[in-house]
């Protein structure tokens, strides 16, 4: 049975035989009149024994029932003013209906854009374990702020494994850790300019977000031309006015062509009768597939060679760590830079790498990993060559990535039709420098970035779309 009642001008409809009782609802009447306008702000309700005789219920249940929605703030309840409704804002308008926004593009199904490998290979069990041993046996000082240079744990680490893995002279005394390459790029963008370098060469093809960076510290970027054996180093000292360049010398980005050894020893000589710097990114050195690695370009001359590393591609970007063996020279001058913007990268990962590289984890991932990518690459491979045999594919046998060469006049065209079937590729075209000649159409193909779910799809979307 439903009551209604009007004492003052409202019918309140109350349902006694609900399931939440009289009481709540009487105080949901009450809200939805004071909601809709049918009782106005500052309506005066009756007394509690005058709307429970009228209600034929409890005195005691129309009094919580007013209490409760005093608490809420749809009334209110003054000593001889009584209980009144509550004084509310206006409720806004509806605005006018926007334009219906136009459709969401999806993404693409499958990617085999460079630049990352696989991320679902993470050591997540592994990473842990090192983390809980390295927190435990943190010393108390390892959370405050510290040596800009990093934690001499990790430092003392990287130093032994590049030493062993890379051919590196490392010091700890001249590691710098640091948020990744980019982060590593620019400090040292900021201090070639201290010293009043003015151009930094780089490479004919390369990552625009690099060359933008050197750009952005106010230096220019001249590029040295490309071929079968790497850079064309010989071609530095007629570059007049560059104090450093920028190099990928085992692996080279993105052509995965390795630098000839008299090519090595031309960029050294340069330096060291210029005065001149090497940055030598090596991104991904530690994954050849057809041999040995070749040993980094820094073991040639450590006071004419900044080396650049980072996890990013061995364990994921994501961790933001990298660093830097630096020169004699350079290493108050870079830790200066560094500080005066972020005194210090996070303690905690820095110590969970440490304990990772020392207990032989990492070692034990990169072989893993090398294994999986060199399975990888070796499926793309016999692919091609059953469904594109007038393809070809060029540079060594490294990394995470591949250059598949085109016909030519087809990269655009080609790419456009991968986007229509739902795979994102990237074209050689678009990592070459503005002053750079071309070096013909290919596609830059990562083979490490797709999970193992998703790497067949991949492979197969690639076949359809090829010439």
């Not at 009487?26 to 429970?52: F, N, Y």
């Not at 209110?76 to 804002?89: C, D, E, K, M, Y």
């Not at 999806?106 to 041993?133: N, Q, Y």
């Not at 229509?420 to 503005?434: I, K, M, T, V």
Request: charged share 25%; aromatic share 6%; proline share 7%.
């Amino acid at each position: 049975m439903t009551d209604s009642w009007a004492t003052f001008g409202a019918d309140l409809h109350i349902d006694p035989t609900g399931a939440a009782g009289l009481r709540a609802g009487l105080m949901d009447a009450l809200r939805e009149a004071a909601r809709s306008g049918r009782l106005a702000p500052g309506t005066r309700l009756p007394s509690s024994r005058t709307l429970a005789a009228d209600l034929g219920i409890a005195r005691n249940t129309v009094a919580d029932a007013y209490a409760e929605l005093v608490a809420e703030g749809w009334l209110t309840a003054r000593q001889g003013s009584g209980t009144r409704v509550a004084q509310r804002a206006e409720p806004r308008r509806p605005t006018p209906a926007s334009p219906p926004s136009p459709p969401v593009r999806r993404g693409p199904v499958h990617s085999l854009m460079p630049g990352s490998p696989d991320l679902s290979t993470f050591p997540r069990a592994d990473w842990l374990k090192a983390a809980r041993r390295a927190l435990t046996d943190a010393p108390n000082d390892a959370f405050g702020y510290g040596d800009p240079r990093g934690r001499i744990e990790l430092r003392t680490a990287l130093a032994g494994y590049l030493a062993r893995a890379r051919g590196v002279y490392a010091d700890p005394e001249r590691i710098v850790i640091c948020s990744g390459f980019v982060h590593a790029l620019m400090l040292m963008g900021k201090v070639l300019r201290q010293r009043r370098v003015r151009e930094v060469a780089v490479e004919s093809y390369g990552l625009d977000v690099h060359r933008n960076l050197l750009t952005d510290a106010g230096l220019r970027t001249p590029c040295l031309p490309l071929d079968g054996f790497g850079s064309r180093t010989g071609g530095l000292a007629a570059l007049r006015g560059v104090g450093a360049v920028l190099m990928t010398p085992a692996h080279q980005f993105p052509t995965g062509v390795p630098l000839h050894p008299d090519r090595r020893a031309a960029a050294v000589d340069w330096a060291r009768a210029a005065g001149g710097l090497i940055l030598e990114d090596d991104y991904d050195g530690e994954f050849r597939y057809d041999r040995q690695p070749v040993g980094a370009l820094q073991g040639l001359d450590p006071e004419r060679v900044v080396y650049l590393g980072t996890a990013s591609k061995s364990l994921a970007p994501g961790l933001r760590l990298g660093w830097m063996v630096l020169p004699r020279g350079l290493v108050g001058e870079v830790t200066g830079a560094k500080g005066m913007s972020d005194w210090m990268t996070g303690t905690p990962d820095q110590l969970t790498l440490a304990e990772f590289i020392r207990s032989g984890a990492y070692d034990r991932h990169v072989r893993a990993m090398r294994l999986r990518y060199r399975r990888r690459r070796d499926q793309l491979v016999a692919a091609l060559a059953e469904r594109a045999p007038g393809l070809r594919i060029s540079g060594i046998a490294a990394g995470l990535h591949a250059v598949l060469e085109l016909p030519e006049g087809t990269e655009r065209s080609v790419i456009q039709a991968a986007a229509w079937q739902g795979l994102a590729l990237e074209g050689l075209g678009s990592f070459r420098h503005p002053d750079a000649e071309p070096v013909g159409d290919a596609l830059v193909i990562s083979y490490g970035a797709p999970t193992d779910s998703a790497w067949a799809g991949a492979l197969e979307a690639l076949c359809r779309v090829l010439p």
